[in-house]
């Protein structure tokens, strides 16, 4: 019983150490919060000067130095006529690429996971594969790999490359978001008389559309700012980032802002229609 | 799978009752197809369907979680078979309003699945597969979600809608209760073989082995061999005492001497302090416990060779005064008593089922 005493003196309702004074926490609360900010301030500081600059006047070719707010280059945003050439191209190959690379990945992700098939933990493993290998490898054996397939490069080579990269990131993102999904939905819209294409566009679709969503803009965004791989097989061809990059020898017009915000713009607003979309299903669902 | 060789008649309550692991759900799976059977046929009206997808056999299922469609309302949920099944609007219409009527959700068809209680959803899941009017409904242990009280009340309920449209109701549950109070007829299942099939009456007083006896209810079980047998009655020994069983129809024929069981059922032994008049039905024993237990009091026994028995007394019976290690007699009637054949090695009985397989040391 001795032991028990023991115990029972050294309870109470506070137990031993330190206990910091109210000030204290109260500082430290306030040190999380800014502490906080600056790391957002970090991730989004440089998309601010983005926007910035597209509003700014440089004197001379390179618009590197803030000298005065001005409209001027987004009254005449086309005025670079290789520049807008370049954005549409990518434009172009983003939309396909991400489209092809989103209805191929969603497809995978839901083999991989609706069936247990022999091969299957391969395929999950391997799947990562095009992520990890560093993009200027990747790029310089797809080039090899077109030599000798004496394929011309351009349009379709890009193409080709662009959704063998965003292939894998679908495939993950809808893998994601199919954990959890409840297959016997699908049982019983078979019970119920649907066969199997009318129940993937009845039930198993209209259920992973949010992260089919998410999938294709990821995709597209990976393609239009693709630079390494793109270099390597589009031969002739100039995308953005490439025509950028060769402009920046010469000259960097505000327009390369005014063109990039555009996008950000459609990007975002994409973005905030499907997940507004996402919260009106979900009030919906209860 | 093993033998399962049965017919289920048009518009009957038909449960498949076994524990977990028995083959009750793949059973249940192979009849609506989502499971094509390694050996035999599948007949629905006397047509072959074992190779037909679950999507063009007219059977519909009630799963285990409903299964609801989480994106459609409850008009929808229901509408999805007959527009499956390209049924005309107009008909979809009057057919899904019928039915919603008849499960009594008219006024909650806007709503979607997650905001109906675990009682309605159940009723909508009912209602999506009873609308395609199929030849049968095959309910996958459909009350196992729901609490106590909510189960009861849809004991009742799914009696009812199933008289109201006549429809054949397949049944899966591993509740015995359940299954002897809604089901026309029962299958007993254990480890992928059909034990017995009958009416609730037949399987509990007339139990075709030691594992449906131990499973539906609970029973004593006296470990014998057969000493004599003749058209009317069989006399076996009971704890070295003669005891005779009356011959029933349906008895399984256990040779003369061959090991066999006698099963008693707990509210049919009575408990007397001195020896009946027709001792060939009872055993003497020694009282070893006593509980209260609400509606009977449970007394528990052995006999003079250490095999347990219990017996279940209600108010209304005479219990003596008893305590514990008092000598009494535990009598039966004739007709109480059933003799069933030794259990086939690798068919074990029912775990939590009263049976004495040995004799304990204890008393």
């Not at chain 1, 894998?168 to 019970?191: H, I, N, P, Q, Y």
């Not at chain 2, 209602?127 to 196992?144: I, M, T």
């Not at chain 2, 009696?159 to 049944?171: M, N, P, Y």
Request: proline share 6%; charged share 20%; net charge neutral.
């Amino acid at each position: 019983m001795t032991t028990l005493s023991a115990r029972h003196e050294a309870g109470g309702a506070v137990t031993g150490g330190f206990t910091p004074p109210v000030w204290a926490r109260k500082l430290g609360t306030y040190l999380l919060n800014v502490w906080a900010s600056v790391v957002l301030l970090y991730l989004f500081a440089p998309i601010f000067v983005i926007i910035a600059f597209s509003f700014n006047k440089p004197k001379g070719r390179f618009n590197y130095l803030w000298q005065r707010f001005t409209l001027d280059n987004w009254r005449h945003p086309f005025r670079y006529s290789d520049l807008v050439h370049a954005m549409e191209y990518s434009l172009r190959i983003a939309v396909i690429a991400a489209a092809v690379a989103t209805a191929m990945g969603a497809l995978m992700a839901i083999a991989l996971a609706r069936y247990r098939f022999r091969g299957n933990s391969i395929v999950n493993l391997l799947i990562v594969l095009p992520l990890t290998t560093p993009e200027i490898v990747l790029g310089s054996s797809l080039l090899t790999l077109f030599i000798s397939a004496n394929t011309p490069r351009g349009f379709t080579t890009i193409l080709i490359a662009h959704i063998m990269f965003c292939v894998s990131f679908v495939a993950l993102t809808v893998k994601a978001r199919l954990r959890g999904f409840d297959w016997t939905l699908e049982d019983a819209s078979m019970d119920l008389g649907a066969p199997p294409w009318r129940t993937f566009r009845k039930v198993t679709l209209p259920l992973i559309t949010p992260g089919i969503l998410a999938a294709f803009l990821l995709s597209f965004a990976l393609s239009i700012d693709d630079y390494i791989i793109t270099v390597f097989v589009s031969g002739n061809s100039v995308t953005f980032p490439i025509q950028v990059i060769n402009q920046a020898k010469v000259s960097v017009p505000p327009q390369i802002n005014v063109l990039a915000t555009m996008v950000l713009g459609v990007s975002v607003t994409v973005m905030a229609i499907g997940s507004l979309l996402g919260a009106r299903r979900a009030a919906r669902l209860g | 799978m093993h033998d399962a060789n049965f017919a289920i008649e048009r518009g009957e309550f038909f449960a498949m009752l076994g524990p977990s692991g028995c083959g009750k759900t793949t059973t249940l799976r192979m009849i609506a197809g989502f499971e094509t059977p390694t050996e035999g046929v599948i007949r629905l009206e006397g047509q072959d369907v074992s190779h037909v997808p679950p999507y063009r056999r007219n059977v519909n299922t009630v799963f285990q979680a409903y299964a609801l469609f989480p994106h459609m309302n409850v008009w929808d949920n229901v509408a999805f078979g007959p527009r499956s099944r390209k049924v005309r609007e107009a008909e979809t219409k009057k057919r899904v309003g019928e039915i919603l009527e008849i499960v009594r959700l008219t006024e909650f068809a806007k709503r979607k699945p997650a905001q109906l209680s675990g009682g309605q959803q159940q009723r909508v899941a009912l209602a999506r597969a009873l609308v395609n009017f199929p030849s049968a409904l095959l309910l996958d242990e459909p009350l196992g979600a729901l609490d106590l009280k909510l189960r009861q009340a849809m004991q009742i309920e799914l009696k009812r809608i199933q008289r109201e449209v006549g429809i054949t109701f397949i049944f899966v549950t591993h509740d015995q209760e359940e299954a002897l109070t809604m089901s026309d007829r029962i299958a007993v299942m254990s480890l992928g073989f059909v034990e017995q099939i009958g009416t609730p009456e037949d399987i509990y007083h007339h139990p075709a082995s030691v594992f449906v006896a131990g499973f539906i209810g609970s029973a004593n079980l006296f470990r014998t061999h057969i000493d004599r047998r003749s058209d009317t009655e069989t006399a076996v020994s009971i704890a070295g005492r003669p005891v005779v069983v009356p011959a029933t129809d349906g008895d399984a024929v256990i040779a003369v001497g061959a090991p066999a069981i006698v099963m008693v059922r707990p509210e049919r032994v009575r408990v007397v302090m001195a020896e009946p008049q027709n001792s060939s039905t009872g055993v003497p024993c020694t009282v070893t416990d006593l509980v209260f237990q609400g509606p009977v009091v449970r007394v528990a026994l052995a006999t003079a060779d250490g095999q347990e028995v219990v017996a279940h007394i209600g108010a209304d019976d005479q219990l003596p005064l008893l305590r514990p290690g008092d000598n009494v007699w535990a009598g039966w009637e004739g007709d109480a008593a059933r003799l069933l054949p030794e259990p086939e090695p690798g068919r074990a009985p029912a775990e939590d089922s009263m049976i004495q397989p040995t004799p304990s040391p204890s008393t």
